[in-house]
């Protein structure tokens, strides 16, 4: 099966970086996405192909590739970037799959 | 305005069926692959269904797969998710989202609010 691995939670203080990394054999072949996502909300795209970022999403959010490993950084983080993250990825078979998800707390 | 609007869930006893509907407006729905998406309760997204712009290609999480179909209408605007024989674990959220970008570059930039489907005798 494919799978994504994420940490569980990633804690920093305001102003500090945070960094959420994503681990699967998939992406090295294939561009992730990370949604954000807030208590009670619809998730939002905050980076795709690996790297962009859409407009409106402010430009602390980042995206980085490496081998099999994403990262989104969220350079400054301030207390309302504090929500779950979700890497994205397409697999060799058409498919798709979610990591499990990183609670991202600011304080 | 870009919207989508599910609808069709409600509490249902395991082995039974539901039909969930995702209602678009505000884009041209016929030019977009479409997904399924649930989240249960407390838990993390999973991806369940895409179907192509014009239903020629489905894709199914292991998870769904020979009890779920995805199906759309696009004369009517309208995405399908046709779930038979459900069980507990389905117990989610169900949302759907657009494969290509609607209002930015990327994807999955749209999403509406949901319907619940809880799985209970």
């Known amino acids: 099966s494919y799978e994504l691995t994420q940490p569980s939670s990633v804690s920093v203080s305001p102003g500090q970086t945070a960094r959420i990394t994503c681990s699967g054999d998939?992406?090295?072949?294939?561009?992730a996405r990370w949604f954000q996502q807030k208590p009670g909300q619809a998730p939002v795209l905050v980076i795709y192909k690996d790297t962009e970022r859409p407009s409106g999403i402010p430009e602390r959010f980042s995206g980085s590739s490496s081998g099999t490993t994403v990262t989104l950084t969220i350079s400054g983080a301030q207390v309302e970037d504090e929500a779950d993250y979700y890497c994205y990825s397409a697999t060799d078979n058409n498919l798709r799959v979610f990591g499990g998800g990183t609670k991202l707390t600011v304080l | 305005q870009v919207q989508l609007v599910e609808s069709g869930g409600g509490v249902v006893q395991p082995g039974t069926s539901l039909r969930l509907s995702c209602a678009a407006s505000g884009f041209t729905f016929s030019n977009y692959g479409m997904h399924w998406v649930r989240q249960a309760p407390g838990k993390g997204l999973e991806w369940v269904a895409l179907i192509s712009h014009d239903e020629s290609n489905k894709y199914y999480a292991d998870s769904v797969k020979g009890r779920f179909t995805i199906s759309r209408d696009n004369s009517k605007n309208t995405l399908y998710l046709q779930m038979n024989s459900v069980r507990a674990e389905d117990t989610a959220v169900y949302s759907c989202?657009?494969?290509?970008?609607?209002?930015?570059?990327?994807?999955?930039?749209?999403w509406g609010q949901g319907t619940t489907v809880t799985v209970s005798s």
């Open positions: 998939v992406l090295a072949k294939k561009y």
């Open positions: 989202a657009p494969e290509g970008g609607v209002t930015t570059p990327g994807g999955m930039d749209v």
